[in-house]
């Protein structure tokens, strides 16, 4: 998935898993001593930027406008998913280092949360089971060692996962929980426990059951690591129901994968699944079919236990950007690069054709005009695929490549990539990864905040999860606060959350979003009267009806 080594040319793909990060706080004094808002974890939810910029929706794909306005007016929000990778593996994003005391690991995430908000995110996906680990007590896998710093499986005295969901709730931020299902082992050159079974936690499942491991480079490789073996149905088995322990468990709102499942090719060795083969062969007379078949029973098994779980839990994956190329299949794309149909046995346009997925968000880490992987081309094939379909596609960016050689030194190329998902109606991006967008090289993300995030955005709804749109709220309090900005105070139920418009001149526009019945617009416009409208949206993003128009002068 998203990677953590230089980025591969083509042929070949960028190594290491991703997810995510969410947001930050607010404590707001209302003046007239009526009533305050006070949050110690945040303000539960997106604010307007404080300068006052209200995001230009007109080329926003699936820019909503309220059926009956606000004051009579159209209701303008963008519609788009905008989230980042938090990741734990190798402590690469979260926690900074391994063994940290609990209060400074809670307050590193605290501050991932908040920069997702300043840059008007509302989703963090964050990498909960980084190698056959869990940063939840799970009955099925050893406590990470990149939390804990330890390796015996002895858990940190108090749960993470709990505590991670409810901060981004807090925050208005979609917790959505990523999963790498068959890796089992970090290789020994990045300090994890590569391909010795003895060097894993003593209540790994890989201890438990030697064998469901595979070796892969072989041992005497650099970079040998362990995985479940995919083609064991046990095994296969045992890796869903560790992962469904957490959507069981906890209140997540989507369950992601990134692009590992068999992993990826290393010159002259083939993956040593032989007896797996012979012994659960099925009839397939192509090993290669088989394993893609292996792939796909567990993304489709996964899909329907999901849904059978928890309904609304929405399902992803993050593919490799490329599926075939065209010189391969004629409806591949036309790229020259590694696909992953044939070199990873990932049949991606099949999951988004069967629609066992609910998003996808592939990997375009390369720059437009690159001869062999073009992001304009790739672009369009993927819009093309999950055209006709319910399958939302987002777009995964590559920020942890801006001032590369080449495009990457240029600090606009994202910039022009957001705008042409834009133009090819994509419902929304995930940036890899949470370090790079905190890091800001050569102001690219600024840049692209500035064009493309300068107001909160809601997420687009997906037709197929359960709906149940709010009644409209009723707004009870709105005045000023002694910082000069607007606080109102409202009642609504059956909501997840809220959306607040603020009327201009020719439309009422989304200035923020949050959990609570209550928000502070630190932007509204000094010296002459405001009119606002609240809308309920339930946790799938289906909005109900907006509140009669309140105005203060």
């Known amino acids: 998935m998203p990677a953590t080594d230089p980025p591969a040319p083509a042929g070949r793909r960028p190594r290491t898993s991703v997810i995510v990060a969410v947001v930050a706080a607010l404590a707001v004094a209302v003046s007239g001593g009526a009533w305050s808002l006070r949050r110690a974890t945040g303000d539960g939810g997106a604010a307007a930027p404080r300068d006052g910029a209200v995001l230009d929706v007109a080329a926003v794909p699936g820019a909503t406008a309220g059926a009956t306005g606000c004051a009579g007016r159209p209701a303008r929000a963008p519609r788009e998913l905008r989230g980042m990778w938090l990741t734990t593996v190798n402590n690469i994003d979260w926690p900074s280092r391994p063994g940290l005391p609990a209060e400074k690991v809670r307050a590193e995430y605290r501050a991932w949360l908040d920069l997702a908000v300043r840059n008007h995110h509302n989703a963090v996906f964050v990498h909960v089971r980084p190698s056959g680990d869990a940063l ?66 003593p209540t790994h499942p890989l201890r438990r059951h030697p064998g469901w491991a595979v070796t892969y480079p072989s041992a005497d490789r650099p970079g040998s690591r362990l995985y479940f073996n995919p083609g064991i149905p046990e095994a296969r088995r045992f890796v869903e129901d560790a992962m469904l322990e957490a959507v069981r468990r906890y209140d997540v709102d989507g369950v992601h994968f990134d692009d590992f499942f068999y992993p990826y090719p290393e010159a002259g060795q083939d993956f040593p699944d032989g007896a797996t083969y012979a012994r659960y062969g099925r009839g397939f007379a192509d090993r290669d079919a088989w394993r893609r078949d292996n792939v796909n029973t567990l993304v489709r098994e996964m899909s329907e236990r999901i849904k059978a779980t928890k309904p609304w839990v929405k399902f992803g994956i993050s593919p490799f950007g490329i599926w075939r190329n065209k010189r391969t299949d004629k409806t591949g794309s036309a790229t020259a690069g590694l696909q992953s149909y044939d070199d990873i046995y990932a049949d991606t346009r099949l999951w988004v054709r069967k629609e066992w997925l609910d998003y996808v968000v592939p990997q375009l880490y390369w720059p437009i005009g690159f001869d062999k992987a073009d992001y304009a081309t790739l672009l369009p094939w993927w819009v093309a695929t999950v055209k006709g379909t319910r399958v939302q596609l987002y777009i995964g960016q590559a920020d942890y490549r801006v001032g590369e050689r080449g495009p990457w030194r240029d600090p606009g190329e994202l910039d022009r990539q957001l705008a042409l998902n834009r133009r090819h109606g994509v419902n929304g991006s995930v940036h890899f990864s949470a370090t790079q967008v905190r890091a800001d090289k050569l102001g690219a993300v600024s840049r692209y905040r500035r064009a493309h995030y300068a107001g909160p955005a809601l997420l687009p709804p997906m037709a197929q999860l359960p709906a149940a749109p709010p009644a409209a709220p009723t707004v009870t309090d709105v005045r000023r606060t002694d910082g000069g900005g607007v606080a109102l105070t409202w009642r609504g139920s059956g909501a997840a959350s809220f959306a607040v418009y603020r009327l201009d001149a020719d439309a009422a526009h989304l200035v923020g979003t949050t959990r609570d019945a209550a928000w502070v617009d630190p932007a509204a416009p000094p010296g002459r009267p405001v009119s606002y409208c609240v809308s309920g949206v339930d946790r799938v993003g289906n909005e109900g009806g907006l509140s009669a128009a309140v105005t203060i002068d």
């Open 136 to 201: 939840w007590p799970s009955e099925y896998a050893p406590w990470s060692e990149w939390l804990t710093g330890r390796r015996d499986g002895r858990g940190p005295g108090w749960d993470p996962m709990e505590f991670m969901v409810a901060e981004a709730h807090a925050r208005n931020l979609e917790f959505h929980a990523w999963f790498n299902p068959y890796r089992g082992g970090q290789p020994a050159s990045v300090g994890g426990p590569g391909p010795r079974l003895d060097r894993l936690a």
